[in-house]
């Protein structure tokens, strides 16, 4: 599943394409993805001018001069195609720009979603009222996660891919944050140290910034709008690297499933 870092990529790879100009086109292909399409988007969004294009969590936002906010949500497979050169069958939304520009937003197995709420309301969208803090944001320190974490008998993994403790980590960056920071990802969250806690803030917003820099982790069919994909892949330090030597130490690194996840660790730098 696309993570932040993709979805902040993808943001970025749109926002050239979006940010400025007027929806002239605005078509759905199907009547659904996860859940079904507004019925008023394309009555709403066409001829409204795009001013700003975000993220919030694992989110895109696009936001019209009209007041009205897109967000989508790429689900398991779903990324946008800038320019196709013809529209294919998983081309489920279609946008279409005044400066001659086409986005197809595909995806094949339908598990993401688009919806349209009003910009003063986009505070109280249900999935946002329920979320931590951002990650990268100012406000992710230490001593705010080491006081979120106080009492928390959960392991630490399971713990940050909580959205209500931090909004938008996934599965794979969190066992390469927890690596960096030398933490044991079946650690007890409430048990960390103020300084642990704060060597893993530090190790979350490295590993994000890095993944961004890279374009993001290329998993099955994600991409980014311009059909290039991500390459930070090939920095992982533990994951999908099972048995392989470990970055710091050489051990072996280990993996185990939980809840349908693999969580992949060196047994020897994280305790």
Not at 100 to 119: E, K, Q
Not at 120 to 143: H, I, N, Q
Not at 212 to 225: F, K, N
Not at 247 to 255: E, K, Y
């Given at each position: 599943?696309?993570?932040?870092?993709?979805?902040?990529t993808t943001?970025?790879?749109?926002?050239?394409?979006?940010?400025?100009?007027?929806l002239?086109?605005v078509?759905?292909?199907?009547?659904?993805?996860?859940?079904?399409?507004?019925?008023?988007?394309?009555?709403?969004?066409t001829?409204?001018?795009?001013?700003?294009?975000?993220?919030?969590?694992k989110?895109?936002?696009?936001?019209?001069?009209?007041g009205?906010v897109m967000?989508?949500?790429?689900?398991?497979?779903g990324r946008?195609?800038?320019?196709p050169?013809?529209?294919g069958?998983?081309d489920h939304?279609?946008?279409?720009?005044?400066?001659?520009?086409?986005?197809a937003?595909?995806?094949?197995?339908?598990?993401?979603?688009v919806?349209?709420?009003?910009?003063?309301?986009?505070?109280e969208y249900p999935?946002f009222?329920?979320m931590?803090?951002e990650?990268l944001?100012a406000a992710?320190?230490?001593?705010?996660l080491?006081?979120t974490?106080?009492?928390?008998t959960?392991?630490?993994?399971?713990?940050?891919?909580?959205?209500?403790?931090?909004?938008?980590?996934?599965n794979?960056?969190?066992?390469?944050?927890?690596h960096m920071?030398?933490?044991?990802p079946?650690?007890?969250?409430?048990a960390?140290?103020?300084e642990?806690?704060?060597?893993?803030?530090?190790a979350?917003?490295?590993?994000l910034?890095?993944?961004i820099?890279?374009?993001?982790?290329?998993?099955?069919?994600y991409?980014?709008?311009?059909?290039e994909?991500?390459y930070?892949?090939?920095q992982?330090r533990v994951?999908g690297?099972?048995g392989?030597?470990c970055?710091?130490?050489?051990?072996?690194?280990?993996?185990?499933?939980?809840?349908?996840?693999?969580?992949?660790?060196c047994s020897?730098?994280?305790?």
């Amino acid at each position: 599943m696309p993570e932040l870092p993709e979805v902040e990529t993808t943001v970025a790879g749109l926002r050239p394409v979006l940010q400025g100009h007027v929806l002239t086109r605005v078509e759905t292909r199907r009547a659904d993805l996860r859940t079904p399409f507004p019925p008023d988007l394309r009555q709403r969004l066409t001829g409204a001018r795009v001013t700003t294009l975000s993220r919030r969590a694992k989110y895109g936002l696009i936001d019209t001069d009209r007041g009205d906010v897109m967000i989508f949500h790429l689900g398991m497979s779903g990324r946008w195609r800038v320019d196709p050169a013809e529209v294919g069958k998983h081309d489920h939304l279609i946008l279409e720009t005044d400066a001659g520009r086409r986005l197809a937003l595909c995806d094949p197995r339908r598990f993401g979603f688009v919806d349209l709420v009003t910009a003063d309301t986009l505070g109280e969208y249900p999935p946002f009222t329920r979320m931590g803090p951002e990650p990268l944001d100012a406000a992710f320190t230490g001593p705010a996660l080491h006081a979120t974490l106080a009492g928390k008998t959960s392991p630490i993994k399971a713990t940050l891919l909580d959205q209500r403790v931090v909004a938008g980590l996934g599965n794979i960056y969190v066992c390469e944050a927890l690596h960096m920071a030398g933490i044991a990802p079946e650690r007890a969250a409430g048990a960390l140290s103020p300084e642990q806690c704060s060597a893993l803030v530090a190790a979350v917003k490295q590993v994000l910034t890095a993944a961004i820099e890279a374009g993001g982790s290329t998993l099955r069919d994600y991409a980014r709008p311009d059909g290039e994909l991500g390459y930070f892949a090939k920095q992982w330090r533990v994951y999908g690297r099972e048995g392989e030597a470990c970055p710091a130490c050489a051990t072996p690194v280990s993996r185990r499933a939980e809840g349908g996840r693999s969580t992949f660790y060196c047994s020897t730098c994280q305790r």
